[in-house]
C-alpha cells in the first residue's frame, strides 16, 4: 500500500485547503490518497465507490426529481431518463444559459424522418402551406440541421454516443458541475476520466467516452477539450497501457462449418433460413446489418452472364448500404454457383419471397426498396408458414440481434459450442478464409468493402487457430497440420 497526495473524491463540492506547496505548485491538496494493491479490495472500493456517486446524485438534485430517476446498468453508474432533468435548476444548471442547456440534453438517437426513408427522399412541405409554396431560408436550414446533419453518424453511433453522454451528466450531476461540461475544460476531462476507470470503464469504452464528448462539442459548434493535435491519442495511449485492452475471443466461421451446415440432413424451414444466413454472411464477410438489410431485389442471379456465360449460375449481391460505403455507392459481391445458390434458390421459392412489381431499385439502387420482401424476415409468432398470400404488405425483416442470435443456433445444430462466435463471426470468417487463401487484398475488398487497405486486418484476429500453429510445426519439423 503506497500513500500519496493528491485531490479527493468523491464528495461533491467541497471547499479545499490549498496547502503552500500546492498554491506554488498550482496544485490543490486535500487528504491523502491510499492505493490498494490487493484486487479484492480495489473492487470492493469501486463498489462504494459507485454507491457514493448515485448517493451524490441525489443530494444534488430537488427530492422529488431523485425519486423519479432511472439507473441505467453500467459501470459508472448513469441516469436513463436525463430529459426530467431539462428545466431543474440545481447540481449547476442554474447557472447555465439556455443555449448550452438545449445542447446538454439533446437527444439526435431517432432516426429523422429524412433517414426513414432509407436513401429516398420524402416530400417535404409547410404544415398548411399551399401546393408549391417556397420555404424561407431558416426554415430550410433548420430542416437541413434537424433531419439531414444527424446522419454524419450511423444511427447505431448516435444511440452509443447518447448512452455514454448519459454517464457524462451523471459525472456532472454527482459532483454537482453541470455547468463544467459544456464547454468542457481539458482537466475537468482528465477528472472525469479518473473517476470512470476507478469505476472499471474500460479502455475501448473510454474511447467511446471521449469521442461523444468531442462530438457532443462539435454539434453545439463549441472547441472540444482535445482539439490539440495528437491530445486524443495521447490520453488513450496512456488510459490503454495502465488498463490495457485484450480483444475478446471471437472465431471466425470456417469453411469446414459452412460445409456440415449445408449438408445438414432434413433441416426445418427455420434452420434452413438459419443456415442460409450464416453461409451467405460468411461468403460476403457480411455485418450482420447488412444481412438485415438484404431484399430479394439485391439477388442478381446471372449478374456476369453477359460478360461470360460461364457466369450465367452464380450470383451477385448488391448491398446498397455498408459502413465503409458511405457514399452509397452499392456493392456487389458475388456468390460461385453449387450447392449454396441451389439452397437458396429453394428456400427463396419455399418461402414466397418476393420482388415486386412496383420494386423501386432500377432508379434508387442505393435506397432500401419499400415494396420487396427481406430475403430473411422474421417467422411470426413462431410459425413456419411461408408467406405466399397475394397482394400482401412486404414481410418484416429479421433484427440484428436475431441475425447474431442465428449465427449461434446454426453452429449448435452442427455440434460446435457456440459461446466464442457470434454475428461478427461471419465478417471474420469471409475476411479470414480469403487471406489464408491468399485472395490479393484489392480484390478481397471489393468483396469485404473496406475502402482503405488496412481497415480489413482488424478481421483476421483471431485468425483461424490452425495457423497459429504453423510457427511452432516449422520449428520443431513436424509434418504441417
Ligand atoms: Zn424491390
New binding site residues.
Given amino acids: 500500500m503506497q500513500v500519496c497526495g493528491a485531490a479527493s473524491l468523491p464528495v461533491p463540492a467541497v471547499d479545499v485547503d490549498v496547502t503552500a506547496r500546492g498554491r506554488q505548485a498550482g496544485l490543490m491538496e486535500v487528504d491523502s490518497i491510499l492505493y490498494h494493491g490487493d484486487p479484492a479490495a480495489a473492487k470492493l472500493v469501486a463498489v462504494e465507490y459507485r454507491v457514493g456517486v448515485k448517493a451524490a446524485v441525489l443530494e444534488n438534485v430537488l427530492p422529488e426529481v431523485g425519486l423519479q430517476l432511472l439507473w441505467s446498468d453500467s459501470f459508472y453508474p448513469s441516469v436513463s431518463n436525463v430529459e426530467l432533468l431539462e428545466g431543474v435548476r440545481c447540481a449547476g444548471l442554474a447557472r447555465m444559459v439556455p443555449e448550452a442547456r438545449h445542447w446538454l440534453f439533446y437527444n439526435e438517437t431517432a432516426l429523422t424522418e429524412v433517414e426513414r426513408g432509407d436513401g429516398i427522399l420524402p416530400g417535404i412541405q409547410r404544415a398548411g402551406g399551399r401546393a408549391g409554396a417556397m420555404l424561407s431560408t431558416a426554415e430550410l436550414e433548420r430542416i437541413f440541421s434537424t433531419q439531414v446533419m444527424p446522419a454524419q453518424l450511423e444511427r447505431s453511433t448516435r444511440v452509443c454516443y447518447w448512452s455514454v453522454w448519459r454517464q457524462v451528466l451523471t459525472f456532472g450531476l454527482a459532483h454537482g458541475r453541470m455547468d463544467r461540461l459544456l464547454p468542457m475544460e481539458l482537466g475537468e476531462l482528465k477528472a472525469l476520466i479518473m473517476e470512470f476507470m476507478m469505476l472499471g470503464v474500460s479502455a475501448g469504452s473510454m474511447k467511446n467516452v471521449l469521442s461523444a464528448i468531442e462530438h457532443r462539442h462539435r454539434l453545439a459548434g463549441m472547441v472540444p477539450p482535445l482539439v490539440e493535435r495528437l491530445a486524443f491519442k495521447r490520453i488513450m495511449k496512456a488510459v490503454s497501457s495502465v488498463s490495457g485492452t485484450p480483444s475478446r475471443l471471437r472465431f471466425p466461421i470456417g469453411s469446414h462449418h459452412l460445409w456440415k451446415l449445408m449438408r445438414l440432413s432434413y433441416p426445418s424451414l427455420m434452420e434452413r433460413q438459419v443456415i442460409l444466413i450464416v453461409c451467405t454472411g460468411t461468403v460476403c464477410c457480411s455485418r450482420v446489418v447488412e444481412l438485415a438489410n438484404m431484399?430479394?431485389?439485391?439477388l442478381l442471379w446471372g449478374h456476369d452472364g453477359a460478360f461470360m456465360v460461364e457466369l450465367a449460375g452464380a450470383l451477385a449481391i448488391r448491398i446498397y448500404k455498408r459502413k465503409q460505403d458511405t457514399g452509397r455507392f452499392g456493392l456487389y459481391v458475388r456468390i460461385v454457383a453449387g450447392l449454396l445458390l441451389e439452397l437458396l434458390r429453394a428456400y427463396v421459392a419455399e418461402w414466397g419471397l418476393r420482388?415486386?412489381a412496383?420494386?423501386?431499385?432500377d432508379t434508387k439502387r442505393g435506397a432500401r426498396?419499400?415494396?420487396?420482401d427481406p430475403l430473411f424476415p422474421r417467422l411470426r409468432g413462431g410459425r413456419s408458414t411461408p408467406a405466399l398470400r397475394q397482394g400482401r404488405e412486404p414481410l418484416v425483416p429479421m433484427s440484428r440481434q436475431q441475425i447474431s442470435g442465428a449465427v449461434k443456433v446454426a453452429l449448435e445444430s452442427i455440434g460446435v459450442d457456440a459461446r466464442h462466435y457470434s454475428g461478427i463471426s461471419m465478417r471474420r470468417g469471409g475476411i479470414t478464409a480469403a487471406v489464408q487463401a491468399k485472395v490479393s487484398e484489392p480484390i478481397l475488398y471489393l468483396q469485404s468493402g473496406h475502402g482503405t487497405a488496412m481497415a480489413g486486418r482488424r478481421y483476421v484476429d483471431p485468425v483461424d487457430p490452425r495457423i497459429l500453429y504453423d510457427t511452432s510445426n516449422a520449428i520443431l519439423g513436424m509434418e504441417p497440420r
Fill in positions: 431484399q430479394t431485389c439485391d420482388k415486386d412496383r420494386c423501386t431499385k426498396c419499400p415494396y420487396c
